[in-house]
């Protein structure tokens, strides 16, 4: 009989001893940030992704290729809610218009582009033409360039 109550006190101890260690991180996390208790309010934000964009790239008159893009758009959520319908449409056109009037930005040599400036841009004319300030940031997802030669389509591919 000893034995059993052995291990019920055992069984009570280890719960106990459990529950008052999830309460004290618990209590050191709200100490170190004490902003996230509440008192400070956070805008809530979500992740808008629309469609991805194909934007031919025209050099000495002709189209060379295809850069595809799929960008994410961190939005306030309230200011999606008063805008009154999807923005979708608009930040793909918004992205269209990015890539095919940047300038600088040629995706046919290899080297390394200025994303950021290309991002921090889009997000400021969106905010600008959409009235509101609604993104917060612009996140480049994927980048593709395709040349004409590889499009699907194009002279001398297989045709179906």
Request: hydrophobic share 50%; net charge positive.
């Amino acid at each position: 009989m000893t034995v059993i109550l052995k291990i019920v006190a055992l069984a009570l101890w280890l719960c106990a001893s459990v529950v008052a260690s999830g309460y004290a991180v618990v209590a050191w996390q709200l100490a170190q940030n004490p902003g996230s208790n509440g008192t400070e309010a956070k805008k809530a934000t979500d992740y808008v992704k629309p469609r991805s964009v194909s934007v031919p790239v025209i050099l000495n008159g002709s189209i060379q290729g295809y850069v595809i893009a799929q960008f994410v758009f961190r939005v306030d959520v309230a200011a999606v809610k008063s805008f009154g319908q999807k923005p979708d449409p608009i930040f793909a056109d918004e992205a269209f218009r990015s890539l095919y009037a940047v300038e600088g930005l040629d995706l046919t040599n290899l080297r390394k582009q200025d994303i950021a400036a290309l991002t921090k841009d889009m997000a400021a004319r969106l905010n600008k033409r959409l009235g509101l300030e609604m993104v917060r940031e612009v996140l480049l997802q994927e980048l593709n360039y395709v040349a004409r030669e590889e499009a699907r389509g194009a002279k001398g591919s297989a045709a179906r």
